[in-house]
């Protein structure tokens, strides 16, 4: 676990990451750890850099186990991608940085560098946007449940909130109208048909309401005269472009309608769920899928720990259930995605084109695939231990909070990084026999798997060693990081490579 914490009040210091130090090293760093059936994930050139120079074993030796590192320069191109999608169709666009997906502030200064906007889903995210200098009418409050702490402070930044449901639409008009100001709000809709099939959500107002009951809602008592409708906002879970294209469908004439009745409505807001991919190879992505079954049915050895289904199960030869991981890999993704979206029919004209014609501006909440390529996870090798059936148990100074999302597992192949020392001692590294088995952490539980996935190290693994979980900057680093055992959490440095410099970040230094 993180054992450092003398350094929080450390701010800057000098690394050296050379291109000598890249061209000496030997060996494709995806070597040493493979699962049993690869997952090669996608690497930046800064974190080959980084994984292939001398400076990773000091910095975790400085900062501790687990440490994140990060970058920012995937994340301006990311952003730059989607504003030339937009562009390209001349559309009124506008971003909006899902704040919850990492909580590292240096990503807000970019945002403000930018004139890109924020969305926040707690009180802390909407004080520490605003303290950063970004105003409230470049932040969106999309929390699942907003105190009235909460709505005093949209209110009294101007931050559009979007309404989830109809007690917080009165209390934000109830607060709204104590303040004597007017709330900004958005309505957030949900429920949506696609191909015969309801949208199942639990977050907004189903679409059937707003159709049918939006004069009474917005009659209750100081909403008429303390909230202005500005925009109209969904989330859907997953990546489906055509499940968007349904929801812009039924939306359009609701807000065509609501404009004739005095309502302002400046925007549609489509939320997040922008893809990415984590893997070099679909075809690895599809062969581990098919021997994963044929592990779930007895055909051959488990590629996971006692054989977990990963949202699988096998009755009677036969797979049943739904993945429960993200989709490693996907197409298309990104900016490639968005002009799907965007080129996709919407009655008689394409998506872009019916939110043109309307003088509407479209906004989204993307997280995620914003911060694709912009961090790693970086954890200690503590011990190994052989268990009898010849699986290793290899020890790690993490838990699986600080790596993990709301899926069973992470499907990457994380990195292996041996030690110098271990490098120096080639006689010793000549010995070490291969190795197969699972990387555990530091709770203490039966269940404390980092990843469920069965791992090969061709030239062993050994206490010093570092395990590095690339490509973990969107959610998988802080979504559900937990201080349990009191363990501290992991520090986040920002890697400059144009400076030659390291900088924890501000969320560690306060």
Request: overall charge negative; some cysteine; charged content about 20%.
């Amino acid at each position: 676990m993180s054992d450092k914490s003398a350094h929080d009040k450390s701010v800057e210091k000098s690394i050296s990451i050379s291109a000598n130090e890249t061209e000496n090293s030997t060996g494709d760093v995806r070597s040493n750890c493979q699962g049993v059936v690869p997952l090669s994930s996608r690497l930046e050139p800064w974190m080959l850099r980084l994984c292939k120079g001398t400076q990773l074993g000091s910095l975790v030796q400085e900062y501790g186990s687990p440490l994140n590192i990060l970058n920012d320069r995937a994340f301006r191109r990311n952003i730059a991608r989607l504003y030339q999608v937009a562009e390209s169709q001349q559309l009124h666009f506008d971003l909006f940085f899902a704040r919850k997906s990492n909580k590292c502030l240096a990503f807000l200064d970019v945002i403000r560098e930018l004139g890109s906007g924020v969305d926040v889903a707690s009180e802390p995210e909407l004080l520490q946007t605003l303290k950063k200098g970004i105003t409230g009418n470049r932040i969106v409050c999309t929390a699942a449940v907003k105190s009235p702490q909460l709505l005093d402070v949209c209110i009294e930044n101007n931050v559009t909130i979007v309404i989830d449901n109809p007690d917080e639409l009165r209390i934000a008009a109830y607060i709204a109208c104590q303040k004597n100001q007017v709330a900004q709000i958005a309505l957030r809709a949900s429920e949506f048909e696609h191909e015969g099939t309801t949208l199942e959500s639990r977050f907004g107002f189903p679409i059937s309401m707003l159709r049918n009951h939006f004069y009474q809602l917005m009659k209750q008592e100081h909403v008429s005269a303390a909230v202005k409708l500005v925009g109209v906002q969904f989330h859907l879970d997953g990546s489906c472009v055509e499940e968007r294209v349904s929801a812009i469908r039924e939306l359009l004439p609701l807000i065509d309608h609501w404009r004739t009745e005095g309502h302002p409505i400046q925007f549609l807001d489509i939320g997040g769920g922008f893809p990415m991919s984590y893997l070099e190879d679909r075809h690895q992505w599809s062969s581990f899928w098919m021997e994963h079954a044929r592990a779930l049915m007895g055909q051959r050895s488990p590629v996971t720990y006692q054989n977990h289904g990963l949202g699988l199960i096998a009755v009677n030869e036969q797979i049943y259930g739904q993945r429960n991981c993200y989709p490693c890999w996907q197409s298309p993704v990104q900016g490639e995605w968005f002009e799907q979206l965007l080129d996709s029919q919407c009655g008689l004209n394409t998506v872009a084109d019916a939110i043109k014609k309307r003088n509407l501006e479209l906004r989204c909440e993307p997280g995620r695939s914003l911060l694709d390529g912009c961090g790693m996870t970086v954890a200690r090798v503590e011990y190994r231990k052989q268990r009898t059936n010849g699986d290793w148990l290899i020890g790690l100074s993490m838990n699986q909070t600080q790596c993990r999302t709301s899926s069973d597992d992470f499907l990457v192949d994380p990195l292996l990084i041996q030690s110098q020392v271990t490098e120096s001692s080639q006689s010793l590294a000549r010995k070490r026999p291969p190795m197969e088995g699972y990387l555990v952490g530091a709770y203490c539980t039966e269940s404390e798997l980092l990843a469920l996935r069965k791992f090969r190290f061709p030239r062993g693994i050994s206490v010093g060693d570092h395990i590095v979980f690339p490509n973990t900057a969107g959610y998988l680093m802080h979504f559900r990081e937990s201080r349990s055992h009191q363990f501290p959490l992991a520090k986040n440095i920002f890697l400059n490579e144009s400076q030659n410099t390291i900088e924890l970040d501000e969320i560690d230094r306060s």
